[in-house]
T-cell receptor
Framework: AQSVSQHNHHVILSEAASLELGCNYSYGGTVNLFWYVQYPGQHLQLLLKYFSGDPLVKGIKGFEAEFIKSKFSFNLRKPSVQWSDTAEYFCAGHTGYKLTFGKGTLLTVNP | SAVISQKPSRDICQRGTSLTIQCQVDSQVTMMFWYRQQPGQSLTLIATANQGSEATYESGFVIDKFPISRPNLTFSTLTVSNMSPEDSSIYLC?????????????FGPGTRLTVL
């Protein structure tokens, strides 16, 4: 069965620090991968997605993620975080049947 | 993208009662989904609701507990029946507007349910 795991439950950073949130998936076939973000009091919204092609994908607000097939990973990165990036981040994978979410990582950015 | 609204945004209910949550989309969509997000947990798919057919439930979820209606292409309801405190959760609807296999989903704001 497909599963998605996120390594970090809560990450605390200072502004301007670099960010990398880990995400691993377990599925042997083709999988579409997503990162969603939920800012405090707001809807869950799509940050970026990978379907095929260039494994380095860029999303909104300066975020990017790299799909590494050999490692079954899809880590989210941002070179310099801002206080406004404080949110919960969810990695998700879709195999053509359903979307499976990781448990989420709460990111707190201190000014 | 799609604009999705849910009603109510939150509610506090008594054990044993039922609550119906509404999901409205600003345009016609084929596939609508209902998720549950329990405190400190990730999103779990409850069921897929397609217009004109019975909802498809995931393992651990049954129609008697979570009946779903999908009367047209812009609207769906989820009822949480005979509630217990374990049903306290955020319930979200989402839609897939791509119409292709990539399944990019857009989410509503959620309904925060507390069962006493």
């Amino acid at each position: 069965a497909q599963s998605v795991s996120q390594h970090n439950h809560h990450v605390i950073l200072s502004e301007a620090a670099s960010l990398e949130l880990g995400c691993n998936y377990s599925y042997g076939g083709t999988v579409n991968l997503f990162w969603y973000v939920q800012y405090p009091g707001q809807h869950l919204q799509l940050l970026l997605k990978y379907f095929s092609g260039d494994p380095l994908v860029k999303g909104i607000k300066g975020f990017e993620a790299e799909f590494i097939k050999s490692k079954f990973s899809f880590n989210l990165r941002k070179p310099s975080v801002q206080w406004s990036d404080t949110a919960e981040y969810f990695c998700a994978g879709h195999t053509g049947y359903k979307l499976t979410f990781g448990k989420g990582t709460l990111l707190t950015v201190n000014p | 993208s799609a604009v999705i609204s849910q009603k109510p945004s939150r509610d506090i209910c008594q054990r044993g009662t039922s609550l119906t949550i509404q999901c409205q989309v600003d345009s016609q969509v084929t596939m609508m989904f209902w998720y549950r997000q329990q405190p400190g947990q990730s999103l779990t798919l409850i069921a897929t609701a397609n217009q004109g057919s019975e909802a498809t439930y995931e393992s651990g979820f049954v129609i008697d507990k979570f009946p779903i209606s999908r009367p047209n292409l812009t609207f769906s309801t989820l009822t949480v029946s005979n509630m217990s405190p374990e049903d306290s959760s955020i319930y979200l609807c989402s839609v897939d507007r791509t119409g292709i296999v990539y399944n990019e989903q857009f989410f509503g704001p959620g309904t925060r349910l507390t069962v006493l």
